[in-house]
């Protein structure tokens, strides 16, 4: 590739000759434009949000430890149920990946900055707005919202005002995936080095760049469904209300176009981070990249061609029926290459299991279950049987807690050394996988079961032949969620130097741009566009 002439691009300076711009105290944070502390916000609010999440989902679990009404009224029992998803989804998980992608993008492109900063930091404080919003709609009359984190009319259109804050609520949150989304798109098309071609680009930032354009098409659609909902309850509209000519399937069409595309936005990201840390442990290049790239295409495609699946049994024709299913199927195509070829990049590797690795393949493991729950339930028979039952739960736990959350523990121990320039502590690493491996599956692995005998989701009671296998479950759930307590102490020891210095590149295998610069990485990197080792390219026309 010819050098290219690029005259305003100032000369490679010495980092530490930048110190004196690095902004102090309060300020630094508030009106942040870096995108190492917007990630860094980033990932300590969704953090916050975990553990609020996590709460309420333990609080469920106490309800369901016996048959019987114990703690809480079935309605307060769904109001919790319903924030427990919204929080988790558009608090925890989308936020986080988010995060991951303004500290690394810039860092794996060879990049500044993000493309917007400021819009960047207005993006970062919206979301606890939008949060303040959610978690306040419990103190308003009637409580929060209780009908499912879907919404789902008629029942959305008689909840109080707290069904009005978590309609806001979501546009905020949702307007900040949208600013996020324009952001990573712009840096990734317009800010890659100069010799960096897409097909040499990481695939974490593949996976970013494919879910930023899912945000953009789906994110719209689902404030349009919202806001449907708002004028059917304040302004005389009748788009979903049965009783004058609405029609509540509507509403599950709309939402659903949003919502299954929505779940490869929480997976997408995660895909490229087991990318990335595979190879780094199996000390191999990645087994097909090419076809990874095109797979995380294929799955961005397909995933606007099967939402129906969720509607199985609202009384759709049979042969669309058989299209959704059949389009469903076809999706675990372009997922089985991944799977596969994260495989082929283990086989004959020389393979260690630090941290990362342990998470990588734990997610590898418990991603295939829920990936093969989701194939039976795509077979609209059996989902006529499963539908709203704990099968399609244990399921969703399997993709998104194993999945999304697998894929995030496994970036933070993998980047953490590079963020704070201290190796984590590897036991205490090790303890907080198997704890949370061993935990996950105990909580969930039950509810396939619940699920099969017909116990349906979203009840606050059960009969009594459900209770062992809702013990086991809330045992495993209490212990999931105190595991997470380790993780703070890990990070925070790590945050605070108690440990190894951390080298540029702490791991032998791993590759790319952010192993380049050292750790901690500083404030401003690469203020000259890099080769792609890392050493400053030489620009025609620099002085």
Known sequence: MSSVAVDHIPPHVGHEEHAHAIPHGWRRWVFATNHKDIGTMYLIFSFCMLLEGGTLALMLRTELFEPGIQFFQPQFFNQLTTMHGLIMIFGAIMPAFVGFANWMIPLQIGASDMAFARMNNFSFWLLPVGAILMTAS???????????????????????P?????????????????????????????MRTPKMSLMKMPLFCWGWLVTAY??????????????????????????????????????????????????????????????????????????????????????????????????????MPVTAQLFFMYATMLISIPTGVKVFNWTATIWRGSLSFETPMLFAIGFIFVFVIGGFTGLIVASAPIDIQAQDTYYVVAHFHYVMVAGSLFGMFAAAYYWMPKWTGTMYDERLGKIHFWSSMLSFNLAFFPM???????????????????????????????????????????VVKAVRGQGAKAPACPWEGAEGLEWTVPSPAPYHTFVTPPDLDGTPLVIEGSH
């Not at 103190?139 to 008689?158: D, I, R």
């Not at 790239?293 to 509607?311: D, E, K, Q």
């Not at 606050?460 to 999931?480: L, N, R, S, V």
Request: proline share 5%; charged share 5%; hydrophobic share 55%.
């Open 214 to 315: 899912l945000l953009l098409a789906v994110m719209p659609v689902l404030a349009a469904a919202v806001t449907m909902l708002l004028t059917d309850r304040h302004f005389g509209t009748h788009f979903f209300n049965a009783a004058a000519g609405g029609d509540p399937v509507l509403y599950q069409h709309v939402f659903w176009f949003f919502g299954h595309p929505e779940v490869y936005i929480m997976i997408l990201p995660a895909f490229g981070i087991i990318s990335h840390v595979i190879p780094a442990f199996a000390r191999k290049k990645l087994f097909g990249y090419t076809s990874m790239v095109y797979a995380i295409c294929a799955i961005g495609i397909l995933s606007f061609l099967v939402w129906a699946h969720h509607m199985f049994t609202t009384g």
């Open 448 to 490: 396939h079961f619940l699920g099969l005998a017909g116990m349906p989701r979203r009840y606050a009671d059960y009969p009594a032949q459900f209770t062992t296998f809702h013990q086991i479950a809330t045992i495993g759930a209490f212990w999931f969620g105190l595991s997470q307590l380790l993780l703070i102490y890990i």
């Open 162 to 190: 707290g069904m009005d804050f978590a309609i806001f609520a979501v546009h905020i949150l949702g307007a900040s995936s949208i600013m996020g989304a324009i952001n990573i798109i712009v840096t990734i098309l317009n």
């Open 138 to 160: 419990f103190f308003v009359p009637g409580g929060a919202n209780a009908a499912g984190w879907t919404m789902y009319a008629p029942l959305s259109l008689q909840m109080g």
